[in-house]
């Protein structure tokens, strides 16, 4: 399998679907994009956060148009924006230009940057400059769109918020299972690993946490699956009628994968090593057309056109 090589690979627009499985992306492709060449690549990170780190090292002539946080325009290193990450990398020190989507086309009630966001944000800055273009979309990672998760989430544009001290740290007493679920928790993992834990916080009952928790307590994994499908097919949706904006060369990839119960696993960290968080699509378009799904719509509106005539004029 090749390593996705970012910088040094022919594009001249590149989208990325955050957290996008390779046989997701295999299944569902062809009834959303326009044909093109699909491959197998190798990320060469397992998270947002060590894909920035190992793929963008010095300063490109790059308009990085971005629903995820963790490329700014404010000058955030990685570190402040997740506890989990020890990275100085900025996104100002290796990108021309940045325009900020995750802040600009947030979605208060969804707690996310809905897709056609992303779309709006390059229409509306008319990127015309010679740069190439990244074009990342949120989706499919979770939050899920299509999921009530009833006002329960946090949201990611608050670790910007904080990291410029605008917000002060959260001083609310969580009570006795919040200790529980975040330092037992920790602990058991550097003793069990990580997959041992979640398998043994199954039978127990206990729910993988963060955006996962409620929908995998309504569904199991199965609910997680459905609507990370679900996402997938938003966000390609909206891909699509983007690309009939670009010109040039446009490859539709992703940043890393995501687990869903595979391998005791669920979502993605950096680092973590095994195969489908590596594994990610590579799906070069040379020539953008319609998509099947466009023509498919075209054709079902013909066909009502056609009976709305025939009814009018009284044969039906």
Known sequence: MKEQNIVEED???????????????????????????????????????????????????ITYISANPHINSYGIPLSKL???????????????????VWNLGWDERLRAVKPEEVNKAYLSNKVKDDNRKIIHYMQPHAPYLSFDYGGSRKSLRRKKLRSEGKLGKDTKYKGVSHF??????????????????????????????????????K?????????????????????????????????????????LGE???????????IPLLFEVPWLVIEKPGKSKTAERKAERERVRSKARKIKESGRL
Not at 82 to 100: G, L, M, Q, R, V
Not at 182 to 206: P, S
Not at 263 to 273: D, F, T
Request: with cysteine; net charge positive.
């Open 180 to 217: 529980l679920r975040r330092h037992v928790t920790a602990i058991a993992v550097k003793v069990m690993g990580r997959q041992n834990v979640w398998r043994l916080k199954e039978k127990l009952g206990i729910g993988p946490g963060g955006p996962f928790e409620a929908v995998w307590r």
């Open 263 to 273: 391998a005791g696993i669920i979502g993605h960290r950096p680092e973590q090593y």
């Open 82 to 100: 997740n506890k989990n990450c020890s990275y100085s990398w900025k996104a100002t020190e290796h990108f021309s230009k940045i325009i900020d």
């Open 219 to 259: 569904g199991g994994i199965g609910g997680l699956q459905y609507y990370y499908e679900d996402n997938l097919r938003k966000v390609m949706e909206s891909a699509s009628r983007l690309m009939n904006e670009l010109e040039g060369k446009t490859v539709i990839t992703a940043d890393h994968g995501e687990a």
């Open 11 to 61: 594009w001249d627009n590149l989208i990325i679907l955050d957290a996008c499985r390779y046989d997701s992306f295999e299944n569902l492709y062809r009834d959303y994009l326009p044909d093109g060449k699909l491959e197998k690549r190798r990320s060469r990170g397992s998270s947002t956060l060590d894909w920035l780190k190992n793929n963008f090292t010095g300063k490109y002539d």
